[in-house]
Every structure is written in C-alpha cells, then in structure tokens.
C-alpha cells in the first residue's frame, strides 16, 4: 500500500495469503458480525429481564444484590465455557447490577 491510498486488498484485509482464503474469511467475518448483532441484542435482552428482577426486590424492601443466585449463574457458565466462562459471566453481571 503506498501513502497517498487507504484502500487494501481484500488479502491484506483478512491476512490470506490466498483470494481463495481471503473468500473463506470475508464471508465467515460476516457471519460472525451478524452473531456479535444477536450476542449484543440477547445481552441487552438478559439487563432488561435483570433490571424486573432487582426492582421487584428492591421495591419489596430487599437488596439490589443476590450473591447466591450470582454463584450460580458464574457456575453455570463455568460448566459449559470453562474458566474464561466464569470471566464472561462476571462481566454480564456487572452489566445487568445496578441498572434500577
Ligand atoms: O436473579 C436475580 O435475583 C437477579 O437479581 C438477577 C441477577 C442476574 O443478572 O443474573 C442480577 C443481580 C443479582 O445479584 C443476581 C442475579
């Protein structure tokens, strides 16, 4: 690529060494953005249902936070993700506590 253009081949894009490669990982990048869409939506989804949870509890004179219930759900995504399941599911409990 020279200095004065910004396009890229579609080997430079994907890392092929090959068009035929670059075709694989073009259309598989695809399918991947469209499953990030719905990670993203379900995520969003799972803070929305989250959200009734905690104001339900809240509002009955509970706490926001339930770490009984969070050691099952960090279980349950240990037991079919392994150890980065666990780091996962932290994450979306950070994203769905506290949002009432
Ligand atoms: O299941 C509950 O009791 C919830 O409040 C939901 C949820 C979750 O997002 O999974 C959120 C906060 C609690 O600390 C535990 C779990």
């Known amino acids: 690529m020279t200095a004065t253009t910004t396009e890229q081949t ?41 959200a009734v949870i905690q104001e339900a509890r809240i509002s009955s004179g509970g706490r926001r936070v ?6 099952e759900v960090l279980g349950h995504y240990r037991e079919a993700l392994g150890k980065p399941g666990t780091a996962l599911a932290m994450t979306l409990l950070e994203l769905c506590r506290g949002r009432v």
């Open 10 to 50: 579609a080997a430079e894009k994907t890392g092929a060494r090959t068009p035929e490669a670059a075709d694989v990982i073009t259309g598989a990048r695809e399918r991947i953005d469209t499953l990030d869409d719905r990670i993203i939506g379900l995520i969003q989804e799972r803070m929305a249902v989250s």
């Open 66 to 71: 339930n770490l009984s219930r969070e050691m």
